[in-house]
């Protein structure tokens, strides 16, 4: 079955301690997007990955980090979290032939940092 | 600077009815545009698109009108079920300023009265 993974969906932790939230995609996907939820705010872009190595930020990086090393893969990584990055986080990927830009969402992972 | 808006936050329809979402964008160089809808505790899923070069396309129940001049999209649903409450999200990509763009709207939640 055609799907975008997260884990954890659920994760409570305090500021500072580093975090790291794991997605995988097993459509061979080129293009792999960070994305949080707030209320009112909609999604926002954290930071997208084109390919293997590829990746620019979207529109609210401050504090994420993301890494590319293996296309399947594109985990975001909290460094020092913040209760301000109390968010519901969503993975999506998508393929760059043809003309579709429909993006394939993971299940989403709700974190609070207290 | 929200590029994308979608400025009813919720919308109650009766069954069988036509339900009407409302999009407006503020860049013009958007090529495409999508519509997401999302249930509680889920990822969003891909409903319907359209590219900056046609003005309307349809799905079924779906269907969707893209008015350029006003930048302005909109997501007809017809006839209207329940099964179709949930939380709708529009979309917009294209090239900005050497970047690859991918903007949400916040969201209009629909809700179909059996």
């Known amino acids: 079955e055609a799907q975008v993974t997260q884990n954890p969906r659920y994760l409570i932790t305090v500021t500072g301690k580093k975090l790291t939230v794991t997605c995988s995609q097993n459509m061979n996907h080129e293009y792999m997007s960070w994305y949080r939820q707030d209320p009112g705010l909609g999604l926002r872009q954290i930071y997208y990955s084109m390919n293997v190595e590829v990746t620019d930020k979207g529109d609210v990086p401050e504090g994420y980090k993301v890494s590319r090393k293996e296309k399947r893969n594109f985990p975001l990584i909290l460094e020092s979290p913040s209760p301000n990055q109390t968010s519901l986080y969503f993975c999506?990927?998508?393929?760059?032939?043809?003309?579709?830009?429909?993006?394939?969402f993971g299940p989403g992972t709700r974190l609070t940092v207290t | 600077d929200q590029q994308v808006k979608q400025n009813s936050p919720s919308l109650s329809v009766q069954e069988g009815r036509i339900s009407i979402l409302n999009c407006d964008y503020t860049?013009?160089?958007?090529?495409?545009f999508l519509w997401y809808k999302k249930y509680p505790a889920e990822g969003p899923t891909f409903l319907i698109s359209?590219?900056?070069?046609?003005d309307k396309n349809e799905d079924g129940r779906f269907t969707v009108f893209l008015n350029k001049s006003a930048k302005h999209l909109s997501l007809h649903i017809v006839p209207s079920q329940p099964g179709d409450s949930a939380v709708y999200f529009c979309a917009a990509s294209g090239l900005v300023s050497g970047t690859y763009k991918y903007i949400f709207g916040t969201g209009t939640r629909l809700k179909v009265l059996a």
């Open positions: 999506a990927s998508r393929g760059l032939a043809g003309a579709n830009y429909e993006q394939y």
């Open positions: 860049n013009s160089m958007f090529d495409y």
């Open positions: 359209i590219s900056s070069i046609k």
